[in-house]
Protein backbone atom coordinates (compact mmCIF):
# COMPACT_ATOMS: atom_id res chain seq x y z
CA UNK A 1 0.00 0.00 0.00
CA UNK A 2 2.73 2.20 0.68
CA UNK A 3 4.52 1.69 -2.33
CA UNK A 4 1.18 2.37 -4.38
CA UNK A 5 0.47 5.56 -2.83
CA UNK A 6 4.28 6.40 -3.13
CA UNK A 7 4.40 5.77 -6.81
CA UNK A 8 0.44 7.71 -7.20
CA UNK A 9 2.25 10.66 -5.29
CA UNK A 10 5.58 10.74 -8.03
CA UNK A 11 3.35 10.29 -10.83
CA UNK A 12 1.43 13.28 -9.89
CA UNK A 13 4.00 15.66 -8.96
CA UNK A 14 5.67 14.31 -12.72
CA UNK A 15 2.46 15.26 -14.35
CA UNK A 16 2.42 18.04 -12.46
CA UNK A 17 5.49 19.65 -13.26
CA UNK A 18 4.82 18.92 -17.05
CA UNK A 19 1.33 20.83 -17.29
CA UNK A 20 3.25 23.44 -15.25
CA UNK A 21 5.58 24.01 -18.31
CA UNK A 22 3.30 23.51 -20.81
CA UNK A 23 2.65 26.03 -23.29
CA UNK A 24 0.69 26.93 -26.01
CA UNK A 25 1.58 26.03 -30.00
CA UNK A 26 4.43 27.94 -31.59
CA UNK A 27 2.08 29.17 -34.41
CA UNK A 28 -0.43 30.61 -31.70
CA UNK A 29 1.26 33.72 -30.82
CA UNK A 30 -0.85 36.35 -33.40
CA UNK A 31 -2.91 37.82 -30.88
CA UNK A 32 -0.89 37.52 -27.84
CA UNK A 33 0.75 40.10 -25.61
CA UNK A 34 4.58 39.51 -26.26
CA UNK A 35 6.42 42.40 -27.36
CA UNK A 36 6.86 42.14 -31.48
CA UNK A 37 9.96 43.03 -32.97
CA UNK A 38 9.34 44.21 -36.61
CA UNK A 39 12.32 44.74 -38.87
CA UNK A 40 10.85 46.57 -41.03
CA UNK A 41 10.17 49.80 -39.09
CA UNK A 42 12.16 52.67 -37.43
CA UNK A 43 12.76 52.80 -34.33
CA UNK A 44 13.31 56.29 -31.89
CA UNK A 45 16.63 57.02 -31.49
CA UNK A 46 17.92 57.39 -27.66
CA UNK A 47 21.66 58.25 -26.77
CA UNK A 48 22.37 56.16 -23.90
CA UNK A 49 25.63 56.47 -21.17
CA UNK A 50 26.23 52.77 -20.52
CA UNK A 51 26.32 54.65 -16.44
CA UNK A 52 22.30 55.74 -16.75
CA UNK A 53 21.21 51.88 -17.19
CA UNK A 54 23.87 49.81 -15.53
CA UNK A 55 26.52 50.46 -12.26
CA UNK A 56 29.99 49.64 -14.42
CA UNK A 57 32.88 48.25 -12.37
CA UNK A 58 36.68 48.00 -14.07
CA UNK A 59 38.61 45.43 -13.57
CA UNK A 60 42.37 45.28 -14.76
CA UNK A 61 43.54 41.89 -15.68
CA UNK A 62 46.72 41.20 -13.81
CA UNK A 63 49.75 41.10 -16.41
CA UNK A 64 52.59 39.07 -15.38
CA UNK A 65 54.59 36.97 -17.04
CA UNK A 66 52.24 33.76 -16.23
CA UNK A 67 48.63 36.39 -17.47
CA UNK A 68 49.77 37.49 -20.09
CA UNK A 69 46.82 37.19 -22.81
CA UNK A 70 47.09 37.21 -26.80
CA UNK A 71 43.62 36.16 -27.88
CA UNK A 72 41.05 35.85 -25.36
CA UNK A 73 38.28 33.85 -27.50
CA UNK A 74 35.75 32.06 -24.16
CA UNK A 75 34.72 33.57 -21.07
CA UNK A 76 32.86 32.27 -18.07
CA UNK A 77 32.25 35.04 -15.51
CA UNK A 78 31.13 34.54 -12.10
CA UNK A 79 31.29 37.09 -9.22
CA UNK A 80 34.27 36.24 -8.10
CA UNK A 81 36.03 34.28 -10.84
CA UNK A 82 36.76 35.19 -14.64
CA UNK A 83 37.67 32.02 -16.50
CA UNK A 84 39.03 32.97 -20.38
CA UNK A 85 40.77 30.63 -23.17
CA UNK A 86 43.05 32.22 -25.02
CA UNK A 87 42.95 30.31 -28.56
CA UNK A 88 46.06 31.57 -29.48
CA UNK A 89 48.10 29.99 -26.62
CA UNK A 90 45.85 27.12 -26.59
CA UNK A 91 45.47 28.27 -22.49
CA UNK A 92 42.90 28.52 -19.99
CA UNK A 93 43.87 31.70 -17.59
CA UNK A 94 41.90 32.19 -14.30
CA UNK A 95 40.92 35.19 -12.77
CA UNK A 96 39.65 36.42 -8.94
CA UNK A 97 36.78 38.90 -9.17
CA UNK A 98 39.32 41.49 -8.99
CA UNK A 99 41.84 40.87 -11.86
CA UNK A 100 44.05 38.87 -9.82
CA UNK A 101 45.54 35.82 -12.01
CA UNK A 102 45.31 32.83 -9.92
CA UNK A 103 45.99 29.97 -12.39
CA UNK A 104 47.21 29.30 -15.73
CA UNK A 105 46.15 25.77 -17.21
CA UNK A 106 47.49 24.81 -20.69
CA UNK A 107 46.63 20.76 -21.12
CA UNK A 108 47.03 21.59 -25.48
CA UNK A 109 47.64 17.92 -27.12
CA UNK A 110 46.35 15.05 -28.42
CA UNK A 111 46.24 13.13 -25.65
CA UNK A 112 43.41 11.61 -23.69
CA UNK A 113 43.41 13.99 -20.68
CA UNK A 114 44.13 16.92 -23.47
CA UNK A 115 42.15 18.96 -26.07
CA UNK A 116 43.52 20.04 -29.48
CA UNK A 117 40.46 21.68 -31.43
CA UNK A 118 39.55 23.80 -28.28
CA UNK A 119 37.81 26.79 -28.74
CA UNK A 120 35.35 27.37 -25.98
CA UNK A 121 35.34 27.13 -22.38
CA UNK A 122 32.64 26.94 -19.67
CA UNK A 123 32.54 26.27 -16.27
CA UNK A 124 30.20 25.26 -13.08
CA UNK A 125 32.05 27.26 -10.44
CA UNK A 126 30.07 25.74 -7.63
CA UNK A 127 31.48 22.29 -8.27
CA UNK A 128 34.49 23.93 -9.06
CA UNK A 129 34.88 22.59 -12.85
CA UNK A 130 36.09 23.90 -16.15
CA UNK A 131 34.84 22.22 -19.65
CA UNK A 132 37.06 22.76 -22.52
CA UNK A 133 34.75 22.84 -25.56
CA UNK A 134 37.07 20.60 -28.26
CA UNK A 135 34.98 18.66 -30.53
CA UNK A 136 34.26 15.39 -31.01
CA UNK A 137 34.88 15.84 -27.10
CA UNK A 138 34.36 18.06 -24.24
CA UNK A 139 37.45 17.80 -21.69
CA UNK A 140 36.82 18.14 -17.72
CA UNK A 141 39.56 19.99 -15.35
CA UNK A 142 38.87 21.60 -12.10
CA UNK A 143 40.07 24.75 -11.43
CA UNK A 144 44.30 23.93 -10.81
CA UNK A 145 43.85 21.80 -14.40
CA UNK A 146 44.08 18.44 -13.13
CA UNK A 147 42.47 16.00 -15.38
CA UNK A 148 38.86 14.98 -14.19
CA UNK A 149 36.85 13.34 -16.91
CA UNK A 150 36.15 13.39 -20.97
CA UNK A 151 32.53 14.14 -22.11
CA UNK A 152 32.28 12.29 -25.88
CA UNK A 153 29.82 14.13 -27.97
CA UNK A 154 26.91 12.02 -29.76
CA UNK A 155 27.77 11.12 -33.21
CA UNK A 156 24.76 14.04 -34.28
CA UNK A 157 25.98 16.66 -32.71
CA UNK A 158 28.68 18.08 -35.70
CA UNK A 159 29.58 21.42 -34.79
CA UNK A 160 28.70 22.61 -31.10
CA UNK A 161 28.46 26.32 -31.57
CA UNK A 162 29.73 27.11 -27.62
CA UNK A 163 28.70 25.30 -24.06
CA UNK A 164 26.84 26.78 -21.63
CA UNK A 165 26.03 25.63 -18.17
CA UNK A 166 22.77 25.15 -17.49
CA UNK A 167 22.65 23.20 -13.52
CA UNK A 168 24.00 20.59 -11.80
CA UNK A 169 24.06 17.53 -14.42
CA UNK A 170 23.14 20.03 -17.72
CA UNK A 171 24.84 22.05 -19.81
CA UNK A 172 22.96 23.51 -23.09
CA UNK A 173 24.83 23.39 -27.00
CA UNK A 174 22.99 24.55 -30.03
CA UNK A 175 24.31 21.79 -32.81
CA UNK A 176 25.11 24.40 -35.80
CA UNK A 177 25.55 21.85 -38.63
CA UNK A 178 23.76 23.72 -41.14
CA UNK A 179 26.53 23.91 -43.45
CA UNK A 180 25.22 24.90 -47.12
CA UNK A 181 27.53 24.74 -50.49
CA UNK A 182 26.70 25.34 -54.00
CA UNK A 183 27.45 21.77 -54.38
CA UNK A 184 25.49 18.93 -52.79
CA UNK A 185 28.52 16.67 -51.94
CA UNK A 186 29.74 19.21 -49.87
CA UNK A 187 26.83 20.53 -47.95
CA UNK A 188 25.69 19.58 -44.72
CA UNK A 189 22.13 19.08 -43.33
CA UNK A 190 20.70 21.32 -40.69
CA UNK A 191 19.88 19.96 -37.67
CA UNK A 192 16.17 20.83 -37.66
CA UNK A 193 15.94 20.26 -33.54
CA UNK A 194 19.31 21.85 -32.59
CA UNK A 195 18.52 23.04 -29.11
CA UNK A 196 20.13 19.90 -26.44
CA UNK A 197 20.91 19.26 -23.18
CA UNK A 198 23.92 17.15 -22.34
CA UNK A 199 24.50 15.35 -19.44
CA UNK A 200 28.36 16.26 -17.83
CA UNK A 201 28.86 12.65 -16.52
CA UNK A 202 27.65 10.66 -19.87
CA UNK A 203 27.23 12.88 -22.56
CA UNK A 204 23.44 11.48 -23.22
CA UNK A 205 21.52 14.06 -25.24
CA UNK A 206 18.15 15.37 -24.41
CA UNK A 207 16.25 17.39 -26.75
CA UNK A 208 15.08 20.79 -25.03
CA UNK A 209 11.40 20.85 -26.67
CA UNK A 210 9.82 19.89 -29.67
CA UNK A 211 8.12 23.56 -30.49
CA UNK A 212 11.87 24.49 -30.84
CA UNK A 213 12.22 22.54 -34.54
CA UNK A 214 11.97 24.26 -37.64
CA UNK A 215 11.58 23.43 -40.82
CA UNK A 216 13.33 25.43 -43.46
CA UNK A 217 16.83 26.39 -41.61
CA UNK A 218 18.08 30.44 -42.80
CA UNK A 219 21.98 30.29 -42.73
CA UNK A 220 23.54 33.29 -41.21
CA UNK A 221 26.26 33.15 -44.66
CA UNK A 222 25.31 34.05 -47.55
CA UNK A 223 28.55 34.14 -49.85
CA UNK A 224 30.51 30.78 -50.49
CA UNK A 225 33.96 30.60 -51.96
CA UNK A 226 35.80 27.36 -53.17
CA UNK A 227 39.01 27.12 -51.82
CA UNK A 228 42.26 24.74 -53.43
CA UNK A 229 41.08 21.83 -51.79
CA UNK A 230 37.68 22.20 -53.48
CA UNK A 231 35.85 22.25 -50.43
CA UNK A 232 33.97 25.92 -49.79
CA UNK A 233 33.87 27.75 -46.83
CA UNK A 234 32.23 30.81 -46.07
CA UNK A 235 33.25 34.38 -47.83
CA UNK A 236 31.17 36.26 -46.04
CA UNK A 237 28.21 35.44 -43.70
CA UNK A 238 28.08 36.82 -39.60
CA UNK A 239 28.58 35.64 -36.64
CA UNK A 240 26.15 35.39 -33.86
CA UNK A 241 24.75 33.25 -30.81
CA UNK A 242 21.85 31.14 -30.56
CA UNK A 243 21.78 31.00 -26.86
CA UNK A 244 22.91 33.63 -24.56
CA UNK A 245 22.96 33.32 -20.78
CA UNK A 246 21.34 35.38 -17.85
CA UNK A 247 22.20 33.20 -14.95
CA UNK A 248 20.10 30.07 -14.97
CA UNK A 249 17.63 31.39 -17.58
CA UNK A 250 19.14 30.39 -21.32
CA UNK A 251 17.77 32.95 -23.98
CA UNK A 252 16.94 30.83 -27.50
CA UNK A 253 17.20 32.24 -30.66
CA UNK A 254 16.88 30.64 -34.07
CA UNK A 255 16.91 32.49 -37.61
CA UNK A 256 14.66 29.73 -38.40
CA UNK A 257 11.70 30.50 -35.83
CA UNK A 258 10.03 33.56 -35.52
CA UNK A 259 9.81 33.10 -31.87
CA UNK A 260 12.44 33.88 -29.18
CA UNK A 261 12.55 31.80 -26.67
CA UNK A 262 12.90 31.25 -22.60
CA UNK A 263 14.44 28.04 -21.01
CA UNK A 264 14.28 28.16 -17.48
CA UNK A 265 13.58 25.76 -14.37
CA UNK A 266 12.72 23.12 -17.20
CA UNK A 267 10.23 25.51 -18.85
CA UNK A 268 10.36 26.83 -22.52
CA UNK A 269 8.24 30.15 -22.40
CA UNK A 270 8.15 32.39 -25.88
CA UNK A 271 9.16 36.21 -24.79
CA UNK A 272 9.65 37.78 -28.03
CA UNK A 273 8.46 37.59 -31.64
CA UNK A 274 10.33 38.81 -35.25
CA UNK A 275 8.18 40.16 -37.92
CA UNK A 276 8.61 39.74 -40.64
CA UNK A 277 9.22 36.42 -41.11
CA UNK A 278 12.84 35.58 -42.48
CA UNK A 279 10.99 32.73 -44.70
CA UNK A 280 8.99 35.98 -46.07
CA UNK A 281 12.03 38.36 -46.82
CA UNK A 282 14.04 38.37 -50.48
CA UNK A 283 16.68 39.09 -48.41
CA UNK A 284 16.25 38.02 -44.82
CA UNK A 285 17.14 40.23 -41.92
CA UNK A 286 18.45 38.18 -39.01
CA UNK A 287 18.54 39.72 -34.89
CA UNK A 288 21.84 39.27 -33.77
CA UNK A 289 21.75 38.86 -30.03
CA UNK A 290 23.67 40.96 -27.72
CA UNK A 291 22.54 41.08 -24.15
CA UNK A 292 19.90 39.17 -22.51
CA UNK A 293 18.45 40.75 -18.89
CA UNK A 294 15.34 40.19 -16.80
CA UNK A 295 14.98 43.90 -18.21
CA UNK A 296 16.13 44.52 -21.30
CA UNK A 297 16.93 42.56 -24.79
CA UNK A 298 19.84 44.45 -26.48
CA UNK A 299 20.40 43.11 -30.05
CA UNK A 300 21.42 44.33 -33.50
CA UNK A 301 19.55 43.96 -37.19
CA UNK A 302 21.65 42.95 -40.32
CA UNK A 303 20.48 42.17 -43.14
CA UNK A 304 21.93 39.26 -45.37
CA UNK A 305 23.14 41.73 -48.01
CA UNK A 306 26.35 40.82 -49.70
CA UNK A 307 26.98 44.40 -50.14
CA UNK A 308 27.24 44.98 -47.01
CA UNK A 309 29.07 42.43 -46.13
CA UNK A 310 31.99 43.38 -49.13
CA UNK A 311 32.44 46.95 -46.73
CA UNK A 312 35.87 46.62 -45.13
CA UNK A 313 35.67 45.29 -41.79
CA UNK A 314 32.27 44.56 -41.77
CA UNK A 315 30.81 42.93 -38.67
CA UNK A 316 27.36 41.88 -37.02
CA UNK A 317 28.04 44.07 -34.28
CA UNK A 318 28.91 47.36 -36.56
CA UNK A 319 25.14 46.74 -37.42
CA UNK A 320 22.62 49.37 -35.74
CA UNK A 321 21.90 49.02 -31.99
CA UNK A 322 18.64 48.46 -30.72
CA UNK A 323 17.18 47.90 -26.81
CA UNK A 324 13.82 45.94 -26.11
CA UNK A 325 12.28 47.15 -22.70
CA UNK A 326 10.95 43.70 -21.95
CA UNK A 327 8.24 45.33 -19.59
CA UNK A 328 6.86 47.64 -21.67
CA UNK A 329 7.62 46.11 -25.22
CA UNK A 330 8.93 49.48 -26.07
CA UNK A 331 12.01 49.30 -28.72
CA UNK A 332 15.04 51.67 -29.33
CA UNK A 333 17.55 52.67 -31.70
CA UNK A 334 20.43 53.07 -29.13
CA UNK A 335 23.39 54.62 -29.48
CA UNK A 336 25.43 53.76 -26.07
CA UNK A 337 28.71 55.25 -24.85
CA UNK A 338 30.72 55.59 -21.78
CA UNK A 339 30.96 58.62 -20.63
CA UNK A 340 33.99 57.68 -18.65
CA UNK A 341 35.66 56.96 -21.43
CA UNK A 342 34.72 59.67 -24.16
CA UNK A 343 31.28 60.39 -23.99
CA UNK A 344 32.12 61.37 -28.48
CA UNK A 345 32.88 58.48 -29.13
CA UNK A 346 31.46 56.19 -31.43
CA UNK A 347 32.08 52.04 -30.78
CA UNK A 348 31.34 51.20 -34.12
CA UNK A 349 33.45 53.32 -35.86
CA UNK A 350 36.39 51.47 -34.92
CA UNK A 351 37.34 48.05 -35.26
CA UNK A 352 39.16 47.62 -31.88
CA UNK A 353 36.41 48.94 -29.62
CA UNK A 354 33.35 46.63 -30.42
CA UNK A 355 33.47 44.80 -27.32
CA UNK A 356 33.54 47.83 -25.21
CA UNK A 357 29.77 46.95 -24.84
CA UNK A 358 27.84 44.14 -24.05
CA UNK A 359 28.38 41.32 -26.86
CA UNK A 360 27.85 37.98 -25.40
CA UNK A 361 29.36 35.70 -28.10
CA UNK A 362 31.18 33.50 -26.38
CA UNK A 363 30.92 35.13 -23.18
CA UNK A 364 28.83 33.29 -20.53
CA UNK A 365 27.68 35.45 -17.82
CA UNK A 366 26.77 33.19 -13.99
CA UNK A 367 25.27 36.43 -12.46
CA UNK A 368 21.73 37.71 -13.07
CA UNK A 369 21.55 40.78 -15.21
CA UNK A 370 25.14 41.44 -15.75
CA UNK A 371 26.62 41.62 -18.65
CA UNK A 372 30.70 42.29 -19.84
CA UNK A 373 32.44 45.09 -21.86
CA UNK A 374 36.16 44.48 -22.80
CA UNK A 375 38.34 47.74 -23.08
CA UNK A 376 41.70 47.17 -25.07
CA UNK A 377 44.59 48.87 -22.57
CA UNK A 378 45.78 50.72 -26.34
CA UNK A 379 42.33 52.45 -26.70
CA UNK A 380 42.49 53.42 -23.04
CA UNK A 381 45.78 54.71 -23.39
CA UNK A 382 45.06 56.72 -26.46
CA UNK A 383 41.75 58.19 -24.93
CA UNK A 384 43.94 59.15 -21.73
CA UNK A 385 46.71 61.01 -23.62
CA UNK A 386 43.59 62.79 -25.53
CA UNK A 387 42.42 63.70 -22.31
CA UNK A 388 39.04 62.12 -22.19
CA UNK A 389 39.15 59.55 -19.43
CA UNK A 390 37.52 60.81 -16.50
CA UNK A 391 36.90 58.71 -12.83
CA UNK A 392 37.73 55.40 -12.22
CA UNK A 393 38.86 54.47 -16.02
CA UNK A 394 41.05 57.47 -15.49
CA UNK A 395 42.73 56.24 -12.62
CA UNK A 396 43.02 52.32 -13.90
CA UNK A 397 44.52 54.39 -16.77
CA UNK A 398 47.23 55.83 -15.20
CA UNK A 399 48.93 52.76 -13.93
CA UNK A 400 48.66 50.82 -17.21
CA UNK A 401 51.43 50.11 -19.81
CA UNK A 402 51.32 49.92 -23.39
CA UNK A 403 51.06 45.84 -23.40
CA UNK A 404 49.20 45.52 -20.25
CA UNK A 405 46.07 43.22 -20.47
CA UNK A 406 42.92 44.10 -21.38
CA UNK A 407 40.64 45.30 -18.74
CA UNK A 408 36.85 43.81 -18.10
CA UNK A 409 33.61 45.93 -18.01
CA UNK A 410 31.16 44.11 -15.65
CA UNK A 411 27.41 45.88 -16.13
CA UNK A 412 25.40 45.59 -13.52
CA UNK A 413 22.33 46.14 -14.75
CA UNK A 414 19.51 48.51 -13.41
CA UNK A 415 16.04 48.02 -13.70
CA UNK A 416 14.19 49.84 -16.83
CA UNK A 417 11.94 51.79 -14.92
CA UNK A 418 14.54 53.87 -12.77
CA UNK A 419 15.68 54.77 -16.23
CA UNK A 420 12.80 55.93 -17.46
CA UNK A 421 11.39 57.74 -14.60
CA UNK A 422 14.95 60.00 -14.81
CA UNK A 423 14.75 60.09 -18.40
CA UNK A 424 10.86 60.59 -19.57
Known amino acids: MKTHFALTVISFLFAFSLSSCKQSSRNDYSNSELPIIDLEKEYPVKRIDIHEIADVEYIPLETTDESLLQTPNSWA ?13 HSIFVFDGKGKHIQTIDRFGQGPEEYYTALHVEADFSKGEIYVNAHPKIVVYDFNGAYKRTIKYPSKIT ?22 TPEEKYAQKADLTPFYL ?8 KEIDKRLQIKTPIHQTFKMAKGQNEYYTRLEGFNFPHILKNSNDLL ?6 DTLYSYKDNCLTPIILRTPSAHNMSVPKLIAPFAY ?8 IVPMDYEIGKKYDFDERMAPHYMLDRKSGEIYHIELYDSLLDSD ?12 FPHHNSINMHSKNQALGRYKTELILEKLKEGKLKGKLQEIASQLKFDD ?17 RNG
Open 77 to 89: VSEDTIVIFDVLQ
Open 159 to 180: LPENIHHYDSDFLAIFNNSYWP
Open 198 to 205: INKQDGSL
Open 252 to 257: LVNNGL
Open 293 to 300: TDDYFMFG
Open 345 to 356: FDVKDKRDAWNI
Open 405 to 421: NLVVAKFKFKKMEDYLL
